[in-house]
């Protein structure tokens, strides 16, 4: 009757929609260069980051900045004075 016709239906219809989710023509292919592609687009974002317009950008910093910025004591003090004077040589090329 209706429920026996239904039911066929309702199972030709999920046939027809899980089919193309079944083959696998090259998905896997796909799949991996999917992921390359998000990687090196990551990778991307990273390098050109602009601390100005993105929040979460981190800038990199050589190891004097970042013990000039984080460090503690006179090893900070005495980072944070080569840090000012490479500044200006950076700023005259």
């Known amino acids: 009757g209706r429920r026996g016709a239904l039911g066929a239906a309702f199972k030709g219809a999920a046939a027809i929609v899980a089919l193309p ?3 696998l023509s090259g998905d896997d292919a796909h799949a991996l260069d999917m992921d390359a592609f998000m990687n090196s687009e990551l990778e991307k974002d990273v390098a050109n980051c602009d ?17 000039c910025k984080y460090g503690e004591g006179k090893a900070r003090s005495e980072a944070c004075k080569r840090v000012r004077a490479a500044k200006p040589a950076q700023g005259k090329s």
Request: aromatic share 4%; hydrophobic share 20%.
């Open 51 to 67: 601390p100005k317009r993105d929040p979460k950008c981190i800038p990199k910093l050589s190891p004097d900045e970042g013990e």
């Open 21 to 23: 989710f079944l083959t």
